[in-house]
């Protein structure tokens, strides 16, 4: 497995995997799934600074993590928003790790001091990533939104960054 940048040829890809996440209510809100006109979108926000990144392993597209700003105030400018959505078929088997270290590598080098993620206390999978790598719960939002006809609650979480990648070690 390899990650890279993404490129707008991966976007027919990244859509399907987002559209499964959507799909299957364990990691977004949203409830109407996706168009390529909606990945276009996304991908034009991309800029050096706010980034995403797909696994891959030969043509295929396994995963992938973005890099959002968390609030547009210039006070929040070292917040960053993580999303990350791995393929059905490649959950659970350490991809979303390293999407986690490469973004967080990237984080780093572009002045980002802290990264933020939200997720379901359901999403059991989903936090024994993030807490292994280095995530804390900050707290629940309860009943923060409705999905399949219920309020679901959402576990903030956070990860400060040192200042540089050595200072990883």
Known sequence: MMIRPVQEADLPHILAIYNEGIEDRIATLETDTK???????????????????????????????????????????SVGELSVYITRTHRGQGIGRQLLRIIEEHAITHGFHKLILFTFPFNKLGQKLYIRSGFRIVGTFKEQGMLNGYYVDVLAMEKLLPKTIDDQI
Request: without cysteine.
């Open 35 to 77: 168009d390529l006109s909606f990945m276009k979108d996304w991908y034009q926000e991309r800029t050096t600074r706010y980034a995403g990144f797909v696994a891959y392993e030969g043509t295929t597209i396994l995963g992938f993590i973005s890099l959002d700003p968390y609030n547009p105030r210039p006070v929040y400018q």
